[in-house]
């Protein structure tokens, strides 16, 4: 579900997230989860999350794009 700004950096908190895991998505703020470290895999989770996909189909996709982000030569 999309929050604002202040509400996600509030749960990450609470939630033991580091502030640079909440990210912004066409609908609003989501907390990217822990593995995904690069700015394009964190992007990728917020606009899936956005168009409505299911947290775990998200993060295995955003995972992966994560993954490629840091194996480019």
Request: charged fraction near 35%.
């Amino acid at each position: 579900m999309p929050e604002t700004k202040a509400h996600a950096k509030a749960r990450a908190k609470k939630l033991g997230f580091k502030k640079s895991q909440v990210v912004k998505g066409k609908g609003g703020y989501y907390i990217a989860p822990y593995g995904i470290t690069s700015k394009s895999g964190k992007k990728a989770y917020a606009e899936l999350r956005s168009e409505g996909m299911s947290k775990k189909q998200a993060a295995k996709i955003a995972h992966y794009v994560d993954d490629k982000s840091k194996h480019k030569s």
